[in-house]
């Protein structure tokens, strides 16, 4: 079943990717959509025992740890070194399964109808299920070589699909971003791995943790680095929080995720929900016993999550593209995982990863059909009023809203949307770690959960409420000065008679009056993951957070529960509780206020602080600073240093140099092909003259 579940998405993309030509668009999407439909069904079947029975299926107890091993074969064999290719699966892979099978079959079933049209779909389906199964080779690895063949399969496969419009330029540059940034944090992440062995000895995960644990008596080894000494462990758990980092778009490693939206919105909800920007979550919570080894490791981890979590905030406040606002969204909450981590509480930011899932899916797959319904309009400037139009959306889009602003009432362990539970767990973490680097995190949090819950409710004010506005604004495109900020706040449609109901180029007017609602296909997984926003939380709550004997019976040793943390934030002061709850309602409150009741106040606001309003509109001028480091230099290198050294020498000097001469010889020796019968005999002639010459010198013939 194990193998089921790991190689089923493998099946359907080499099917769909060398056969869809052949059998057609419709049997790819429904050999890859039903092949996922099972691996997720499977996946339930081995989660469920975990979650309810009392333990993994089949499992052996490996000191303090439920795990169970499926070897597929022997890999490689080097000296001492038999590394067998096996298959992990504990309570944390069990989770990662159900939350990345679950997700991915919801999105293939959505593809069928957000996809039809598309004449590439095969293609598209095959990537979708090569994604999946590079995930899955990530999350059931049983060594740091196994997981560095899924950490790299899921960049490649994400690759493939933001660029899958390849035509477009601005997917080609996505693409090629994504693949480059990701680049520079697996360079950290490869040189973690060789660290790890190096001083641990051991590739596979059970004998890092064994030799680990051994330090605690033995002491922490020290690394010698250009004269400096210093703590092995600290420096490998860096390098291997540098690849998370890239991986999971946090701070500094940003850039990548925003653009990343260029690909088809089903790619949005696939990458940015449950997958690969979790991947970096996943990876620290797996190797948590040797981040446990580092407390200056898990400062930075929780530092760099809380900055993340505060700065993609303040993007997303005055983001325009609907999707691009659900992906600041994303990387925001992947910086609360990471506090979570960094605090020590390894369940927490697991409960918000699987939580995440559900209600970040459906916001991107709503989205999807709003973009749907509207004939692939983005700018929510150019929306409005739709909620009329698409009622079931907007309600999906509703409970989603919902569910990541984090509603509930504190102190109840039942009565909240998911995003409530495990976003107020990790805000309670942050706090109880104390100092001043957990009152920097719990404060950045808070601010966060503020500025979440008004850019949520400002792209469900801009998008469903009010009246449509007009798309064209007269003839031109919508602009993100503040002095066309207003645009943002107009209450009524500007029409115009000359509107195209069927061009490129239609106005908001004919696309707001042809808009409907999606198939039942693209329908139905809202629904499924609308019932995980709402029950994820309470039904799970227990054990992730509640009690700490709950939690370390359901975990069983797949990551470090560490009791003094948890228990430190039960016991949190009230005012702590009820914080993420008074910023939600704020926020709520602010953006009812700028949007419904007074809209003419966005617009006022912006043009009173262009300066701000630029600054976060161009978000925190990350690209233009990246791009004046370290793209420029790379260019004007190439370009003036490399390629005049490359013409120079290689072309001038070597390639067409050497070309030159043997064209000159050649030419001299086509001279002497006359064409004559007399030139030919002449020349055997001196040959056998100079033979016999050589022969009598020689003393052959005397």
Same mark, same amino acid.
């Given at each position: ?18 056969? &869809? ?37 089949? /499992? ?89 063949? &899924? ?10 699909? #933001? ?116 991947? &970096? ?63 020590? /509480?390894?369940? /927490? ?40 139009? #698409? ?27 998911? &995003? ?138 797949? @990551? ?21 709850? #008074? ?102 002639? @001196? ?8 022969? #009598? ?6």
């Amino acid at each position: 079943m194990i193998q089921a579940i790991v190689f089923l998405p493998l099946i359907g993309a080499l099917i769909a990717g060398l056969l &869809g030509r052949t059998i057609g668009h419709r049997p790819s999407e429904y050999i890859t959509t039903g092949l996922l439909l099972i691996s997720a069904v499977l996946s339930w079947v081995v989660f469920l025992p975990v979650a309810f029975g009392g333990g993994l299926m089949g /499992a052996e107890v490996e000191g303090h740890t439920a795990v169970l091993k499926v070897e597929v074969m022997r890999w490689i064999q080097v000296g001492d070194m038999d590394l067998r290719w096996v298959l992990r699966v504990d309570t944390l892979t069990a989770i990662m399964l159900v939350v990345v099978n679950t997700v991915s079959s919801l999105v293939h079933v959505y593809s069928i109808g957000y996809m039809a049209e598309d004449p590439h779909r095969s293609r598209f389906f095959a990537y979708l299920s090569l994604f999946t199964f590079a995930m899955l080779m990530l999350v059931t690895a049983d060594n740091f070589l196994q997981m560095f063949f &899924g950490w790299e399969g899921v960049g490649l496969a994400s690759y493939l699909l #933001i660029g899958f419009w390849y035509t477009r330029p601005s997917a080609n540059a996505a693409a090629m971003k994504a693949f480059v940034v990701n680049r520079v944090g697996d360079f950290g992440f490869a040189l973690g791995i060789f660290g790890a062995f190096m001083v641990l000895g051991h590739i596979d995960f059970d004998g890092a943790f064994h030799a680990a644990e051994e330090f605690a008596t033995t002491g922490l080894p020290v690394m010698q680095f250009l004269g400096w000494q210093l703590d092995a462990m600290t420096v490998i758990c860096l390098l291997l929080f540098m690849g998370a980092m890239g991986k999971s778009a946090q701070f500094l490693l940003h850039t990548w995720l925003p653009d990343a939206m260029e690909g088809p919105t089903p790619v949005s909800a696939l990458i940015h929900a449950a997958t690969m920007v979790t991947a &970096g979550v996943f990876m620290v919570a797996r190797l948590s016993p040797l981040f446990e080894t580092s407390p200056f490791a898990l400062t930075v981890v929780l530092v760099i999550g809380a900055i993340t979590a505060f700065f993609a905030a303040t993007v997303g406040l005055v983001q325009n593209d609907i999707k691009r606002v659900i992906a600041y969204s994303t990387c925001s909450q992947l910086g609360y995982m990471f506090v979570a981590l960094g605090a020590g /509480a390894y369940s /927490a930011g697991v409960f918000h990863l699987f939580t995440h899932a559900f209600f970040k899916a459906l916001l991107f797959l709503g989205a999807g059909a709003v973009i749907h319904a509207m004939h692939h309009e983005q700018d929510m400037r150019n929306m409005g009023g739709l909620r009329k139009k #698409i009622p079931i959306t907007y309600a999906m889009m509703l409970i989603g809203t919902l569910a990541l602003t984090g509603v509930g009432i504190p102190g109840s362990t039942f009565l909240g949307f998911a &995003g409530f539970f495990s976003k107020d767990s990790i805000i309670e973490a942050a706090y109880a770690v104390g100092g001043n680097t957990g009152m920097f995190a719990f404060w950045l949090l808070v601010i966060a959960a503020l500025f979440t819950s008004f850019y949520s409710w400002r792209l469900i004010h801009l998008t469903f409420h009010g009246s449509p506005r007009d798309a064209q604004h007269h003839g031109e495109g919508p602009h993100p000065d503040p002095a066309h900020a207003a645009l943002e706040s107009h209450d009524e449609p500007i029409n115009d008679s000359n509107a195209d109901d069927h061009g490129d180029h239609a106005h908001h007017g004919s696309a707001y009056d042809h808009a409907h609602e999606s198939p039942n296909v693209m329908l139905v997984p809202l629904y499924v993951l609308a019932a995980g926003a709402v029950l994820a939380g309470a039904v799970f709550y227990g054990m992730f957070f509640h009690e700490v004997e709950h939690i370390e019976h359901f975990f069983a040793g797949s @990551i470090v529960v560490d009791h003094e943390i948890i228990e430190a934030a039960h016991h949190v002061p009230l005012w702590v509780k009820w914080s993420a709850t #008074i910023a939600m309602i704020a926020g709520f409150v602010t953006a009812w206020y700028m949007y419904i009741r007074r809209p003419d106040v966005p617009g006022k606001l912006a043009a009173t602080n262009p300066g701000l309003y630029r600054f976060l509109l161009n978000k925190w001028y990350f690209d233009e600073l990246y791009d004046t480091i370290f793209v420029r230099p790379a260019l004007w290198i190439g370009r003036a240093f490399w390629k005049g050294f490359d013409d120079w020498l290689i072309d001038e000097r070597l390639s067409e140099g050497l070309g030159r001469r043997v064209q000159n010889v050649t030419s001299w020796v086509v001279k002497l092909q006359s064409g004559y019968l007399y030139h030919y005999a002449f020349a055997m002639l @001196i040959g056998i003259a100079a033979l016999l010459t050589w022969a #009598i010198a020689a003393g052959g013939l005397i």
